[in-house]
């Protein structure tokens, strides 16, 4: 069944799985790390949502600051809508308006209480997000979010360091294979 492989050198027979298992490596490693840096990305969301639920759950306006530009500001910011999804209060502008999810999540919201997403409101803009519904007198919504520039460096860097890592040790691993076996 195996036959086919006695056409081909030792070292390389050797070489072929330590090759599969480097790139399986590398590919878990890659993997991992870029989810730590994607879900990272919505903790000081995640705060300032349940922050302003609980504010707007005692009747006051957690929306309240400086106005932030999405597309060039790092700086985190609030939506708050209604029940009938209209905004109540932001602190955001895109394009001098204030942008507004796609209406499906708030009705995924509406079903499970919160969802986490990266929102795409324009091209190159890309905000990590964080949705929740209020409890209480006055239902709604409060959304977090955060332009994810910074993330998305460190992403690029990190497929840089991978793909290098790979590259070395299947370079390195051909060269002990052959010189060994």
Known sequence: MFM????????FRYWIPLAGAITIMCGLVYATVQQNFRQSANDPQIQMA?????QLEKGENPV???????????SPFLISFDDKEKVAS?????????PIPPAGLFQFVRK?????????????VRIATVLMRTNGDKPGFILAGRNMREVEKRESRLEFMVFAAWVVALG??????????
Not at 50 to 54: G, Q
């Open 90 to 98: 932001s602190t955001v502008q895109l394009d001098g308006k204030t």
């Open 112 to 124: 499970v209480g919160y969802e986490w997403f990266t929102w795409e409101p324009k091209e190159d």
């Open 50 to 54: 349940e922050d302003a639920l609980h």
């Open 4 to 11: 086919f492989w006695r056409k081909y050198p030792l070292w």
């Open 172 to 181: 390195s691993t051909l060269i002990a294979s052959i010189l060994l076996l």
């Open 64 to 74: 309240k600051g400086n106005i932030v530009d999405a597309q060039r500001s790092l």
